[in-house]
């Protein structure tokens, strides 16, 4: 049944390659852990992957329930902890794969820089690959605000007045992340609401595009 | 065509449809992107002054008043509490100092520390100040407490807006 679907829309739009491009590649040995279990190493950037598929679904689910008001914020969360089904588990994943994912990226990185994997012709992946780091801090910054405890308050606080001691434009910025230019409030919490679930998921998926694409034009750095 | 500076029809076609497109996206990112910044661009409200304490309660030696002011924060309205430590020095000039600490903002103790007598003190990374507000060298704090704006009208003692004395780093 399924191949016969497969086959019906392959006739008409000739699929095949297209996948084959992506998927259909050879692991070289020396990157596959059952060859040489050290090359477990290799596994953290997919890992990284793995646990930013996590943090994406489990994200978009919370946003059924959560609501980014000062009033409403830390209730909604409570209500989606306590009272609905399984809802300890989907924000237990959000909360703890928001840390893993900074490990997972953290080990990713280790392995890249002392392998210097980052060498030529590999250079614009290893910025692509900073810049990734930035926005997934970007997204943890953002995202700890959100249930709007007292932890999510001071913690915004403290940021913004690191934000703030940028030389020239540190007031402006802080301005601008927090949307007043003294209180952490009503217009904080919506604009980081806004900038964790839609402005830097965008900018993570046009990065992560890049990284993936110059991964497959350029393959896997050789063994060392 | 025979005229080097002559557009060949395949430039034309180029420059104007980049010229009309870039119109469009700046047409479209224009509203958007001062929408965003627009709280930056907002002028600041003007302070308004609040009665704090009756000037006979205050005394030489720092102590914490609280008062209310109405906060608009967009379009949420409500009643905050501010708070500064107040006292008057050996001129008989009264100081009002945010409990605000310029390293990253934790709130800050007068003479809490026994190893610190007459001081300010914050418990977050040890920022240590002076009586008058101004930061203890090698710690963590990098400007002195902010001031806040006083006047006295009938024996009561009115602040305004926390005025910073030089910003961090
Ligand atoms: C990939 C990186 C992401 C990271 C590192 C991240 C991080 C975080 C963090 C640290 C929190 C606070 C959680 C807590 O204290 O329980 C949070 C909350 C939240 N995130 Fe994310 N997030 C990511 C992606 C997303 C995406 C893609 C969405 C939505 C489309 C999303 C939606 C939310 C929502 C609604 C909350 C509030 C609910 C709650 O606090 O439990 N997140 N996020
Ligand atoms: S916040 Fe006061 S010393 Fe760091």
């Not at chain 1, 890249?112 to 930035?134: D, H, M, S, T």
């Not at chain 2, 002011?69 to 509490?81: F, N, P, R």
């Amino acid at each position: 049944m399924l191949q016969k679907i497969y086959d019906w829309v392959d006739e008409r739009m000739d699929i095949t390659p297209l996948w084959r491009d992506i998927a259909d590649h050879e692991v070289p040995e020396h990157v596959n852990p059952a060859h040489h279990f050290s090359a477990f190493v290799y596994c953290f950037g997919g890992l990284t992957f793995f646990v930013t598929v996590i943090q994406v679904l489990s994200g978009m689910f919370l946003t059924m329930y959560y609501v980014p008001d000062i009033e409403n914020a830390w209730e909604s969360v409570y209500y989606l902890q306590k009272e609905v089904a399984h809802g300890q588990i989907v924000r237990g994943m959000h909360h703890w794969g928001a840390s893993l994912v900074i490990v997972m990226l953290f080990l990713h990185t280790l392995r890249v820089f002392f392998q210097g994997a980052y060498k030529k012709p590999r250079e614009l992946n290893w910025i692509v690959g900073v810049l990734l780091f930035f926005v997934m801090l970007g997204l943890g910054f953002t995202g700890y605000l959100l249930p709007w405890d007292n932890k999510a308050y001071f913690a915004t606080q403290v940021g913004l007045e690191i934000a703030a001691a940028t030389p020239f434009i540190g007031e402006d910025l802080r301005t601008l992340l927090a949307g007043d230019p003294s209180i952490v409030g009503a217009q904080t919490l919506t604009r980081f609401f806004a900038i964790h679930v839609f402005f830097l998921p965008a900018a993570l998926f046009g990065l992560m595009a890049a990284h993936f694409i110059m991964i497959r034009k350029q393959g896997i750095s050789g063994p060392l | 065509m025979s005229d080097k500076k002559q557009v060949s029809r395949r430039q034309f076609l180029n420059y104007t449809l980049t010229g009309v497109g870039g119109f469009m996206a700046a047409g479209m990112l224009a509203p958007m992107v001062r929408f965003a910044i627009d709280p930056v661009l907002k002028p600041s409200a003007a302070g308004e002054f609040a009665a704090v304490v009756e000037e006979s309660e205050i005394t030489n030696e720092p102590q914490r008043f609280n008062w209310k002011v109405d906060q608009k924060d967009g379009w949420y309205e409500s009643e905050v509490e501010k708070n500064a430590w107040v006292y008057k020095d050996e001129n008989g000039e009264i100081v009002a100092l945010s409990p605000i600490c310029t390293h990253l903002g934790c709130t800050v103790d007068w003479n809490s520390q026994e190893q610190f007598p007459d001081e300010f003190y914050c418990p977050c990374h040890g920022g240590r100040y002076t009586k008058d507000g101004v930061n203890v060298p090698n710690t963590p704090p990098t400007a002195p407490l902010p001031v806040y704006e006083h006047k006295v009208e009938e024996g009561m003692l009115y602040l305004g807006q926390a005025i910073s004395r030089g910003s961090g780093i």
